[in-house]
């Protein structure tokens, strides 16, 4: 069993940056690739950015491409995502993702 707590979601105006992370509980938290997620009001879930197991494969959706980055401490068990140059549309619940177990997500709000 794997337990992830999101934390680091607020209010931000566009422009602004946040960091997000992922806490995760488990002893296998470095053998597999951890995913963030978002989804917006009344929008499908959609897949943000990847990481691999160790870091050396990482992937970002073309809407973030630039602007996020995504990274984990195996040590910590925890996985981030640093979000600068926030826009409107980056509003969302952002949820982080380790094989079929998901954490409850984090709000995120940009004003424009």
């Known amino acids: 069993q794997v337990q992830l707590v999101e934390s680091g979601g607020g209010l931000v105006q566009a422009g602004g940056s946040l960091r997000l992370s992922c806490a995760a509980s488990g002893r296998t938290f470095g053998s597999n690739t951890m995913r963030w997620y978002r989804q917006a009001p009344g929008k499908e879930r959609e897949l943000v950015a990847s990481?691999?197991?160790?870091?050396?494969?990482?992937n970002y959706a073309d809407s973030v491409k630039g602007r996020f980055t995504i990274s984990r401490d195996n040590a910590k068990n925890t996985l981030y995502l640093q979000m600068n140059s926030l826009k409107a549309e980056d509003t969302a619940v952002y949820y982080c993702n380790y094989r079929i177990f998901w954490g409850r997500g984090t709000q995120v709000t940009v004003s424009s």
């Open positions: 990481i691999s197991s160790t870091g050396g494969d990482i």
